[in-house]
Protein backbone atom coordinates (compact mmCIF):
# COMPACT_ATOMS: atom_id res chain seq x y z
CA UNK A 1 0.00 0.00 0.00
CA UNK A 2 1.28 3.37 -1.21
CA UNK A 3 0.06 6.14 1.05
CA UNK A 4 0.65 8.71 -1.37
CA UNK A 5 -2.11 6.86 -4.26
CA UNK A 6 -4.41 6.76 -1.22
CA UNK A 7 -4.18 7.99 2.64
CA UNK A 8 -5.85 5.49 4.72
CA UNK A 9 -8.04 6.94 7.86
CA UNK A 10 -7.48 5.74 11.45
CA UNK A 11 -9.85 5.56 14.17
CA UNK A 12 -10.10 5.10 17.53
CA UNK A 13 -13.08 5.90 20.27
CA UNK A 14 -11.39 9.21 20.60
CA UNK A 15 -9.77 10.30 17.72
CA UNK A 16 -10.14 10.39 13.62
CA UNK A 17 -6.85 10.29 11.57
CA UNK A 18 -6.90 11.58 8.04
CA UNK A 19 -5.65 13.25 5.48
CA UNK A 20 -5.84 17.44 5.77
CA UNK A 21 -8.29 18.96 3.84
CA UNK A 22 -9.09 22.59 3.38
CA UNK A 23 -12.59 22.40 5.48
CA UNK A 24 -10.35 22.10 8.38
CA UNK A 25 -9.10 25.66 7.83
CA UNK A 26 -11.01 27.49 10.77
CA UNK A 27 -10.46 24.36 13.39
CA UNK A 28 -6.79 24.64 12.51
CA UNK A 29 -6.81 28.15 12.78
CA UNK A 30 -7.28 27.94 16.37
CA UNK A 31 -4.69 25.71 16.70
CA UNK A 32 -2.01 27.42 15.04
CA UNK A 33 -3.22 30.78 16.48
CA UNK A 34 -2.99 29.24 20.11
CA UNK A 35 0.43 30.93 21.84
CA UNK A 36 0.08 28.08 24.72
CA UNK A 37 0.70 25.32 21.82
CA UNK A 38 3.63 26.94 19.82
CA UNK A 39 6.07 25.67 22.33
CA UNK A 40 5.77 22.10 20.94
CA UNK A 41 5.51 22.46 17.09
CA UNK A 42 8.19 21.22 15.69
CA UNK A 43 9.51 23.05 13.11
CA UNK A 44 13.14 21.73 12.60
CA UNK A 45 14.47 22.24 8.98
CA UNK A 46 11.22 24.27 8.00
CA UNK A 47 13.37 27.22 7.06
CA UNK A 48 13.02 29.62 9.80
CA UNK A 49 9.17 29.35 10.18
CA UNK A 50 7.68 28.31 13.76
CA UNK A 51 4.30 27.62 12.29
CA UNK A 52 2.53 29.98 14.47
CA UNK A 53 -0.45 31.78 12.18
CA UNK A 54 -3.39 34.13 13.48
CA UNK A 55 -4.82 34.96 9.91
CA UNK A 56 -7.30 32.52 8.18
CA UNK A 57 -6.02 33.10 4.78
CA UNK A 58 -2.64 31.98 5.83
CA UNK A 59 -3.81 28.88 7.18
CA UNK A 60 -5.86 28.39 4.40
CA UNK A 61 -2.73 28.97 2.11
CA UNK A 62 -0.99 26.24 5.06
CA UNK A 63 -3.36 23.87 4.25
CA UNK A 64 -3.11 24.38 0.41
CA UNK A 65 0.77 23.85 0.09
CA UNK A 66 0.59 20.95 2.73
CA UNK A 67 -1.80 19.42 -0.02
CA UNK A 68 0.53 19.90 -3.11
CA UNK A 69 3.04 18.75 -1.32
CA UNK A 70 0.69 15.47 -0.95
CA UNK A 71 -0.61 15.11 -4.17
CA UNK A 72 2.12 16.70 -5.98
CA UNK A 73 5.93 16.60 -4.27
CA UNK A 74 4.74 13.45 -2.24
CA UNK A 75 7.03 14.94 0.26
CA UNK A 76 5.17 14.53 3.64
CA UNK A 77 1.37 13.37 4.91
CA UNK A 78 -0.50 15.99 7.03
CA UNK A 79 -3.00 14.04 8.94
CA UNK A 80 -6.18 15.68 10.53
CA UNK A 81 -6.80 14.86 14.02
CA UNK A 82 -10.33 15.28 14.69
CA UNK A 83 -11.69 14.67 18.24
CA UNK A 84 -14.96 12.53 18.09
CA UNK A 85 -16.39 14.11 21.15
CA UNK A 86 -16.01 17.82 20.15
CA UNK A 87 -16.56 16.97 16.33
CA UNK A 88 -13.69 19.33 15.73
CA UNK A 89 -10.03 19.38 13.95
CA UNK A 90 -7.43 19.93 17.33
CA UNK A 91 -4.23 18.84 15.91
CA UNK A 92 -2.41 17.83 12.92
CA UNK A 93 0.54 14.80 12.15
CA UNK A 94 3.13 15.49 9.98
CA UNK A 95 4.63 12.64 8.85
CA UNK A 96 7.48 11.51 6.06
CA UNK A 97 10.39 8.58 5.88
CA UNK A 98 13.63 10.60 5.70
CA UNK A 99 16.49 9.48 4.00
CA UNK A 100 20.17 11.06 5.25
CA UNK A 101 23.32 10.56 6.47
CA UNK A 102 22.90 10.56 10.16
CA UNK A 103 21.26 8.52 12.73
CA UNK A 104 18.00 9.58 11.66
CA UNK A 105 18.44 7.75 8.06
CA UNK A 106 15.23 5.27 7.24
CA UNK A 107 13.66 7.04 10.02
CA UNK A 108 9.95 8.31 9.26
CA UNK A 109 9.43 11.76 11.45
CA UNK A 110 6.41 12.49 13.24
CA UNK A 111 4.98 15.97 13.93
CA UNK A 112 2.44 16.03 16.08
CA UNK A 113 0.88 19.63 16.75
CA UNK A 114 -2.16 19.98 19.06
CA UNK A 115 -4.31 22.93 20.47
CA UNK A 116 -2.74 22.90 24.38
CA UNK A 117 -5.78 21.71 25.53
CA UNK A 118 -5.02 18.21 24.00
CA UNK A 119 -1.26 18.90 25.30
CA UNK A 120 -1.74 15.61 27.63
CA UNK A 121 -0.18 12.84 28.53
CA UNK A 122 -3.42 10.63 28.21
CA UNK A 123 -4.53 11.93 25.14
CA UNK A 124 -1.02 12.48 23.11
CA UNK A 125 -0.39 8.68 24.54
CA UNK A 126 -4.31 7.52 22.69
CA UNK A 127 -2.43 9.23 19.41
CA UNK A 128 0.67 7.49 19.14
CA UNK A 129 -0.75 4.17 20.11
CA UNK A 130 -3.22 4.72 17.06
CA UNK A 131 -0.82 5.73 14.80
CA UNK A 132 2.94 4.08 15.88
CA UNK A 133 2.70 0.44 14.04
CA UNK A 134 0.29 1.84 10.69
CA UNK A 135 2.92 4.20 10.09
CA UNK A 136 5.75 2.24 9.96
CA UNK A 137 3.79 0.02 6.97
CA UNK A 138 2.39 3.11 5.25
CA UNK A 139 5.89 4.77 5.51
CA UNK A 140 8.07 1.65 5.43
CA UNK A 141 10.56 3.16 8.18
CA UNK A 142 12.89 0.66 10.49
CA UNK A 143 12.19 3.91 13.47
CA UNK A 144 10.23 6.77 13.72
CA UNK A 145 11.04 9.94 15.72
CA UNK A 146 9.60 12.69 16.80
CA UNK A 147 10.56 15.93 18.83
CA UNK A 148 9.97 16.71 22.89
CA UNK A 149 12.35 19.56 24.27
CA UNK A 150 12.59 18.61 28.07
CA UNK A 151 9.77 21.47 29.43
CA UNK A 152 6.95 18.64 27.05
CA UNK A 153 6.33 16.93 30.75
CA UNK A 154 3.44 15.17 28.96
CA UNK A 155 4.75 14.92 26.06
CA UNK A 156 7.98 13.07 26.87
CA UNK A 157 5.30 10.84 29.42
CA UNK A 158 3.25 9.52 26.77
CA UNK A 159 6.11 8.91 24.66
CA UNK A 160 8.13 6.63 27.59
CA UNK A 161 4.33 4.88 27.96
CA UNK A 162 4.59 4.00 23.84
CA UNK A 163 7.82 3.00 23.96
CA UNK A 164 10.10 5.77 22.58
CA UNK A 165 13.24 6.28 23.83
CA UNK A 166 14.91 9.66 24.41
CA UNK A 167 18.23 9.93 21.41
CA UNK A 168 21.35 11.57 22.04
CA UNK A 169 21.78 11.95 18.59
CA UNK A 170 21.44 14.84 16.39
CA UNK A 171 19.38 15.30 13.79
CA UNK A 172 21.37 17.08 10.65
CA UNK A 173 20.23 19.58 9.26
CA UNK A 174 19.18 20.02 5.03
CA UNK A 175 22.32 22.28 5.15
CA UNK A 176 24.63 19.73 6.74
CA UNK A 177 25.09 22.66 9.95
CA UNK A 178 22.59 22.43 12.23
CA UNK A 179 22.14 19.79 14.70
CA UNK A 180 18.45 19.49 16.13
CA UNK A 181 17.99 17.69 19.65
CA UNK A 182 15.18 16.41 21.81
CA UNK A 183 14.36 13.75 19.77
CA UNK A 184 12.49 9.96 20.99
CA UNK A 185 13.06 7.36 18.71
CA UNK A 186 10.87 4.08 18.48
CA UNK A 187 12.53 1.04 16.55
CA UNK A 188 10.24 -1.04 14.54
CA UNK A 189 8.89 -4.63 16.00
CA UNK A 190 10.80 -7.37 13.73
Not at 160 to 174: M, N, Q, R, W
Amino acid sequence: MNVYDKCPVLENNSFKIRLIEERDTDDLLCVYSDKFALPFFNSDNCHGTNFYCAVREHMADSIKYWLIEYHEYRGFVRFTIVDKKEGKAVGTIEMFRREAEDFYNDCGILRLDLGSRWEKTEVIYDILALVTEPFFEWFGCSKIATKAPVYAVDRIEALKKAGYVKSDEPLIGHDKKIAYFDYWVIQKRI
